[in-house]
């Protein structure tokens, strides 16, 4: 149930740079990721993120994440 909400209402790891290279933002960070193992590997998820996108990206949350608005 969760996981056919999450593919119906949500972005895909893949085209969220290409949405943020449109909306002409400074900066990427990505959050709330699964692949429903119970572990966000951030170096798996880094590339397909920031593609279509020119800025800087960040993937997870806490320092990672948060230093792309400094």
Known sequence: MVKNHMQEACTLVGEVGTVAQRAGVRALAVSHLTD???YVDTAKWSKPAG???????????GPDADSVYK
Do not use: P, V
């Not at 996108?53 to 993937?59: E, F, M, P």
């Open 36 to 38: 429903f193992s119970g």
């Open 51 to 61: 593609n279509g996108y020119d800025g800087q990206t960040a993937i997870g949350t």
